[in-house]
């Protein structure tokens, strides 16, 4: 598995910046793994200062952002035919004040991680949480370390999708329904979260009680009041089913959302692909059962 990966400068410019935290945490993951990491200039060589991947073979140097780095990571997310070469998605640490951020660049790279359905990973939460899912689905014995992040009876969590997506949103939430129950309480924009408490309601949860929720619409500020809820540290997981085909009316308030996440790198936990979503369901339950 090979995972494109850049951080902006504030993430990895001294000892404990968010890039190495990942690394400090996740290392023994990420040997286990034998998870490639091709990486833009100054983040690769950040690390190897730092000695934190030390001897790890998958660690690979693409050029600076400046000459192109990030748009060749940008090319394999999507696959170049003609070397076979592809990446199964991109962990890109986020400082939401760096204007390289919202580069057009870096905001292909998110587009075509969800195009593709593939990880697009902007937090240290985000990173921590897809490593143990993935050392799960390899077979490895779950990380005491990784507890918290799998501690859903104390989490919020917020399902948000767009309209396009709404559908794929409905059938994820029945088809993972007690699972996501676990949680202490769920939260959700307009008429996404008016659907999934009919879904609830067909399903046999109270009437009286509703099983998500719900906020204003997004063009009518429910992705700000979400925001917020994510800068207080009161949300700590979102699942974002996003459209990345349509023009987003409202495009201001969506990436307020997604600058709080980054904001709070080490709380917060965020998916935007539905493949992505099923996956950690799918771990969540082999670890409860200790598989």
Known sequence: ???????????????????FR??????????????GLHAVGRTHDAIVR??????????????????????????????????????DGAIYLIDPVDPSSIFPEAVALKRQCVIHGKPFISTVASARDWI??????????????????????????????????KPQMLAYAAEHFDLLSR?????A?????????????????????????????????????????????????AIFFEDPHVARQ????IQLLERAVTTVTDEAVCMTSPRVAARWAEAVRRRARGE
């Open 1 to 19: 598995m090979r995972l494109g990966l850049a951080a902006n400068q504030l993430h990895h410019n001294h000892d404990d910046a968010a890039l």
């Open 132 to 165: 143990e899912m993935e050392r799960i689905h390899a077979g490895f014995a779950p990380d005491p370390g990784a507890d918290s992040l799998h501690a859903l009876e104390a989490q919020i969590l917020a399902l948000i999708a767009h309209d396009a997506m």
């Open 22 to 35: 990942w690394l400090r945490t996740c290392g023994t993951g990420i040997r286990e793994l034998d998870l």
């Open 250 to 253: 409202h495009e201001a308030d």
């Open 189 to 237: 924009t307009g008429t996404t979260g008016q659907r999934l408490n009919e879904l609830a309601w067909s399903r046999g949860w109270p009437r009286q009680r509703a099983w998500v929720d719900c906020y204003r619409s997004g063009p009518l500020g429910g992705d700000a009041q979400i925001a917020d809820l994510v800068l207080e540290r009161r949300c700590q997981r």
């Open 183 to 187: 949680f202490a309480r769920r939260i």
């Open 50 to 87: 730092a000695g934190c991947l030390a001897g790890h073979s998958g660690l690979c140097r693409y050029p600076n952002g400046r000459e192109g780095g990030l748009m060749k990571l940008v090319a394999e997310v999507v696959g170049l035919p003609e070397s076979g070469r592809a990446l």
